[in-house]
């Protein structure tokens, strides 16, 4: 495994790090293997706290707590929050610090938020004073010029953003921010949410001037896949990968969602959260991965089993009040065909739905305690009312 300087923190990070984004789909146990079987390829990075994965963490990083980074996110934007977050999340992963936590920005107004008097860099600066945060970190997916502000303040240690074959805008202002700044470079969705192929698009990425990456994975196969894309020498792409990513670019150009800030769900007279339904639903992404008998098989924790079908029902249900006014189309700078990518998720979840109807999921495990809340259950299935409270 190849180790980078993370900027000024000094740290050495393992290239490829550990996405908690779709572990925290398998139970505690599972999870904590899936943790285990990185820490034993080499892996050292462990990218935030995503429903209970602090747990699967836990018996993993105080091995040697020294050798990992444990990182932690809030979008809380008050000194107070971020210091009862911290609290939160110290204990929760049994540790005295964490050596980066991360501010959620995903837009201008956020940043300027974190950043306001008795804004939670305030309170991030103190928990680094009394030695409970090493570095200092912001996160976002959206607006990345906005991130690149924070970086330019000098108070940022770390910034973690978007960047894969298809999703380029980081090169405009905020790489060359964080180079000048010396800032630690983690990269979410590496993979484009799992529409890009490791095995050409993980080279890619680790020829960029970036430090770390960290794909969401939920089992130990797909980490160690991961891990395989990633142990050749030279690291450089042949000329016929290079072709690969640049297929790979221009196949998914026209249907990926660049996740922006309130562009078209501003104006969707449904108040759909479009980009929620198009990049960000977890269920739906493993479903994409895995197709229906792949979802049927995988060892998804008993709480997730019980939530599957009522989930993608609230999802089809948002999806049918579409009105296909063709507003959003009009307003998306990427001009994407989003009626008809709703559409196809919209009859990919019928069939999924189906076949979910033909299994006990839902009797046998709807009771079964879920370590998520109610309310982020119900986000994940209703991309519109509940998400927008
Ligand atoms: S076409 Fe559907 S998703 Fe798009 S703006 Fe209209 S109601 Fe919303
Ligand atoms: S559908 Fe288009 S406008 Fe809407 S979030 Fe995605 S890329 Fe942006």
Known sequence: MEYRRLGRTERHVSLLGVGGGYVMLRDIEQGTQVYQRACELGINYFDGRYGYTSAMQRPVIRQDRAHFVVTTKTV????????????????????????????????????????????????????????????????????????????????VDVVEFPLN???????DALIPACQRQDVGMVIMKPLNAGLAPAEVCLPWLANQPIHVMAPGVSTIEQLEADV??????????????QAEVERWRQNMDSETCRICDRVCQAICEQGLSIDWILYHNVFH????????????????????????????????????????????????????????MLEQIKEDQIALLQALAQTDWTAQ??????????????AWGRSSKVRRQ
């Open 285 to 340: 992404n493993e479903f994409r991965r895995l197709g229906i008998q792949g979802f049927l098989e995988h060892p998804f924790a008993p709480w997730v089993k019980g939530h599957a079908e009522s989930t993608f029902r609230a999802t089809v249900a948002d999806l049918e009040a579409c009105t296909h006014c063709g507003k959003c189309e009009q307003v998306c700078p990427h001009h994407l065909p989003v009626m008809d």
């Open 76 to 155: 809380n934007s008050t000194r107070e929050g971020v210091l009862r977050r911290i609290g939160e999340d110290l204990g929760e992963l049994d540790t005295d610090y964490l050596d980066i936590f991360y501010l959620r920005a995903y837009n201008r107004e956020m940043v300027d938020a974190h950043f306001a008097p008795g804004g939670s860099i305030d309170g991030l600066l103190e928990a680094r004073k009394l030695g409970k945060v090493r570095a200092l970190g912001l996160a976002g997916h959206s607006d990345l010029s906005a991130l690149a502000a924070g970086v330019e303040t000098g108070l």
């Open 365 to 378: 495990y709807r009771d079964v305690d879920s370590p998520i809340t109610a309310q982020t259950l119900a």
């Open 228 to 241: 395989a894309a990633l142990d050749r020498s030279p690291m450089a792409l042949s000329a016929s990968e």
């Open 165 to 171: 074959v298809v999703r380029r805008d980081a090169f």
